[in-house]
């Protein structure tokens, strides 16, 4: 499977139909799971319809952070295998996650707004996803900013990986953080029991927000390859 | 002498050359005035939110070094040279931020002494804080190596460096933060220390890998 | 075993365009191979495919009688290596200590004429004699290979004399040269290649 995905003639092809598949799943999906989720799953008893939000905000978060973790698996791979289309992968994962991490923020802060009574809490989760959002964003500025692709592919694949490393530490040290600062009285809106009425809706989020991923990304790489054989071509044709 | 030594005294000796490493110490103590400037000289409020930011004062100086820290190197061949030493090239950054690491990081954490007192810490914290920064110093500059190293050829890339490494800088900030406020000192320095062994352990290794392929 | 270079079907790509193909050559100790061909051919990037530097796209490049190739190999590039405020003696000091063992400062100072300069910090060196203290690195620590890119470039007439003397006295040792040229280095090549000729 793995080599498949690896010769890129035969991912175009692939993703020809997989691409426009996954964004009409991602539509369907969406169809269906936000008029669930904002207008017929019930309100939380605590929080009354603010909880809708939790809808969006949670699979992007989750999310957000796999796709961090989905950038460092095609990092290594592109490293260590020197495989183009992993590079490419990863590449076209960020804009993708960072939008994601950004959504996070803002559904996040909206949500504060009437439950904490803020804008924005400098709550531990949401200041983790910060930080994510700024290795997003500094991983998008190492890669536009070096203009040979393959070098610059390879850098940010460094740099992806290091982020990766530091992750968990980060995520330890801002948990320390918060704990530290704001004893355990804060209500914490994702409880250990969620109802089945609630997880249904947010399943279907979950895949809606899957599929839309897939097909972004689908369509991102195709647009990468796109550009890479144009630039070939140019280069091709300046060498005669 | 060894090629560690030969790399660590000559950065080393060009980062003190001119008084290039006095100019951090300036930019430390120049943003360390700044807080009173905007929190007001009230010596409470100060003492209850003012140490803390010694951290980011130090942060910020130590970043505004790491732009030419290899990008020297590449663009004048040393780079070549390196990759040919029976050395390792991890061993050989290691060695240029350990020259770093005493130019300018110790002098920084000595600094954050005086800068430390006048935020109003107490005394007794001081040593802590001083020694903390220390270590914090050697997390920054671990991570610092990365940043440095994969933006070694983005020309004015001082921006790039500091989002790349800010997040990094977010555990020994949220511990050296701690020890500046004297909570849960004896554990924040150990964590510290962690971080500080955890970066230059991971950061040569990860900074002479973009290093290989800025020189291909 | 013998020293002995061997490059096969070497190609070599920078950022995304071919710079040539199928280039290949054996050489022995005494050897000096000359690099030629237009700018932009690809002298330079074969020069840092044979030190390792970058990887070729195809072909192979193999070194004989050496154990650690990049420990038997000298790279002198366009760049000289020279740190401004460093003197022109601590430039020597370092790369004894970079490369480990060798000769001793002040005669690889004297080999290439800048035994007055010693004092002086590297900035007020001129190109020429930038290149010259350069030159000075190929003898600090004793090599078998030296890969050099146009030499000659900023060097004086008695300055390229000197260079000939450096590249005969090296491979009267048993030593290998590989240089990059645009016109007559002065020793005589044991064999020259066109790179890039045939696009």
């Known amino acids: 499977m793995l080599s498949s995905f690896a010769n890129p003639a035969r991912f175009m092809g692939f993703s020809s139909w997989a691409a426009p598949a996954l964004a009409l799943l991602a539509v369907a999906l969406f169809a269906i799971g936000l008029p669930w989720a904002l207008f017929v799953s019930p309100a939380d008893y605590q929080q009354g319809e603010t909880v809708r939000i939790m809808y969006v905000h949670v699979p992007a978060a989750s999310f957000s952070m796999g796709i961090y973790a989905f950038m460092g698996a095609a990092s290594f791979i592109g490293l260590v295998w020197r495989h183009v289309l992993a590079d490419i992968a990863a590449r076209s994962a960020a804009p993708i996650g960072a939008t994601y991490a950004a959504l996070c923020l803002l559904t996040g802060s909206l949500w504060g707004a009437p439950t904490w009574g803020t804008w924005w809490e400098w709550d531990g989760r949401l200041t983790s996803m910060l930080v994510l959002f700024l290795i997003y964003l500094g991983y998008i500025g190492l890669w536009s900013s070096i203009e040979d692709e393959e070098r610059a592919a390879k850098l940010a694949a460094i740099l992806c990986l290091v982020g990766l490393i530091n992750l968990p530490i980060i995520k330890f040290s801002v948990d320390w953080w918060s704990t530290l600062h704001q004893p355990a009285s804060i209500f914490r809106a994702e409880g250990p029991a969620i109802h089945a009425s609630m997880l249904a809706p947010l399943a279907v989020m979950a895949g809606a927000y899957a599929a839309l991923f897939g097909a972004l990304l689908l369509f991102n790489m195709r647009a990468a390859i796109h550009r890479r054989r144009i630039e070939a071509a140019r280069l091709r044709a300046g060498a005669t | 002498m060894s090629a560690f030594a030969v790399t660590f005294r000559r950065d080393f000796a060009l980062m003190w050359s001119g008084g290039g490493a006095l100019a951090p110490l300036g930019y430390f103590l120049g943003a360390t005035m700044l807080v009173p400037l905007a929190m007001g000289p009230d010596r409470a409020l100060l003492a209850a939110a003012g140490p803390p930011l010694v951290w980011i004062a130090a942060a910020l100086a130590v970043l505004a070094t790491l732009e030419r820290l290899f990008q020297a190197d590449l663009e004048d061949g040393a780079l070549d040279q390196m990759m040919l030493s029976p050395a390792p090239l991890e061993v050989l950054v290691f060695a240029k931020g350990a020259a770093l690491w005493c130019a300018v990081g110790a002098p920084l954490a000595l600094a954050g002494a005086p800068a430390a007192i006048a935020l109003q810490a107490p005394l007794a914290l001081v040593p802590a804080v001083v020694a903390s920064l220390a270590l914090g110093m050697a997390a920054f500059i671990g991570m610092g190596l990365v940043g440095a190293a994969v933006t070694a050829s983005v020309k004015r890339g001082g921006v790039l460096i500091a989002l790349i490494v800010l997040p990094f800088f977010a555990p020994p900030i949220i511990f050296g933060a701690a020890v500046a406020q004297g909570e849960a000192v004896t554990s924040a320095l150990l964590i510290l220390a962690g971080c500080a062994l955890g970066a230059c352990a991971l950061g040569p290794i990860a900074a002479a890998a973009a290093l290989r392929l800025q020189a291909e | ?199």
Request: hydrophobic share 45%; glycine share 12%.
């Open chain 3, 1 to 199: 075993m013998p020293l002995r270079l061997v490059a096969e079907d070497v190609s070599v790509a920078r950022g995304g365009r071919l710079l040539f193909e199928g280039v290949g050559f054996v050489a022995d100790a005494g050897d000096l191979v000359e690099l030629r061909g237009a700018n932009g051919s690809g002298k330079t990037s074969l020069l840092r495919a044979i030190a390792g530097f970058l990887r070729p796209r195809a072909g192979r490049i193999a070194f004989e009688g050496v154990e650690e190739p990049p420990l038997a190999l000298h790279y002198l590039g366009h760049l000289n290596a020279l740190k401004g405020a460093a003197s022109v003696r601590s430039h020597l000091s370092h790369w004894l200590g970079l490369f480990g063992g060798g000769i001793d400062e002040d005669v690889a100072l004297e080999r290439v004429g800048l035994t007055r300069q010693a004092k002086l910090p590297a900035r007020v060196l001129s190109q020429g004699q930038g290149r010259r203290l350069s030159l000075a690195r190929l003898l600090i620590a004793p090599r078998p290979i030296w890969l050099l890119d146009e030499p000659a470039a900023a060097l004086d007439v008695e300055g390229r004399a000197m260079l000939c003397r450096l590249i005969d006295a090296h491979r009267a040792e048993g030593g290998l040269v590989v240089a990059a040229v645009h016109d007559v280095l002065g020793p005589t090549p044991s064999q020259t290649l066109q790179i890039g000729a045939t696009t």
